[in-house]
């Protein structure tokens, strides 16, 4: 018996080391290309996996020819007004859907969950025809439009709301506050955890978002990272160290921030059930 348990472990941490192994090698591929010549970077035989001499030009010519801190900027912007939507209307609508009795509330949540299935791509041209009728292309605010809301984000609060003992909502009746007031000052703040966690994914999703910026934002003082790192890569050519160095430059605020939330985040996950 223990030595099958010894050969399980094995194998179940062979696996892990593998899974891990094609989760690292791209990211570390990524930081010693960033250092490498142009040549060295596309050399098959023999293949250069580590730089001969570390070389720095590639970083100093993509802040030369980029403004970095106008992509930061833009990036930034339409993190935090992500996030702040999401908080807000997620956590609104969790509550509705986990703590209220309403009439069409099942059918209203499966509809939810059906939004999730089908591929945000779909949304695109709608959305795209209702930001040009406003006449907001190019601006902050037609970035921040398909994250006003956000299915994930009710789905993932409503698991939150929902483990909540009820005796917290009897207990504030007996004090005399009202639906808004529990849900302000006694259930929204049990639920820190989910809501730094969806925070997370949603900075998450917002900072790889390609699609949306590169067709409602065209004017280059308005673009951010993702689609700055697209538009580096030629049609034929790419400059690869180049590429990997804006790449590296790029990655810088969401490993930040998972260093900073690496906890809540993980809580915030294990306590609502929610997952990627």
Not at 58 to 80: E, G, M, P, Q, W
Not at 186 to 203: G, I
Not at 234 to 239: E, I, P, R
Not at 247 to 260: D, G, K, N, T
Request: with cysteine.
């Amino acid at each position: 018996m223990r030595k099958k348990s010894l050969v399980y472990t094995l194998l179940l941490h062979a696996v892990l080391i593998v899974v891990s192994l094609t989760m690292i090698v791209p990211f570390v591929w990524m930081i010693l290309t960033a250092f490498k010549t142009a040549g060295e970077a596309i050399q098959l035989d023999p293949y250069v996996f580590f730089p001969t001499r570390f070389q720095f030009n590639s970083f100093i010519r993509v802040f030369t020819t980029n403004n970095f801190l106008n992509l930061y900027k833009n990036t930034l912007l339409l993190i935090a007004f992500r996030i702040l939507c999401a908080v807000i209307t997620a956590s609104m609508a969790g509550f509705a859907f986990a703590r209220l009795k309403f009439f069409g509330s099942e059918l209203a949540f499966s509809l939810v969950l059906v939004q999730m299935m089908i591929p945000s791509q779909i949304f695109i041209i709608p959305q795209y025809l209702m930001i040009s009728k406003l006449g907001m292309t190019n601006t902050t605010f037609a970035l921040v439009f398909p994250g006003l809301v956000t299915a994930f984000g009710t789905f993932l609060m409503r698991q939150a709301y929902k483990i909540l003992p009820k005796d917290l909502e009897d207990a504030a009746k007996i004090d005399g506050l009202n639906i808004g007031k529990t849900f302000v000052l006694v259930l929204a703040p049990l639920t820190k955890s989910s809501l730094v966690a969806l925070s997370v994914f949603t900075a998450v999703f917002a900072y790889k978002e390609l699609m949306w910026p590169m067709i409602v934002n065209t004017s280059k003082d308005s673009l951010v990272l993702a689609s700055a790192l697209a538009k580096m890569k030629g049609q034929y050519v790419a400059n690869y160290p180049e590429l990997m160095a804006a790449s590296l430059i790029a990655c810088v605020p969401m490993i930040v921030l998972y260093f900073i939330f690496q906890k809540q985040f993980i809580e915030g996950i294990a306590t609502s059930g929610g997952k990627l």
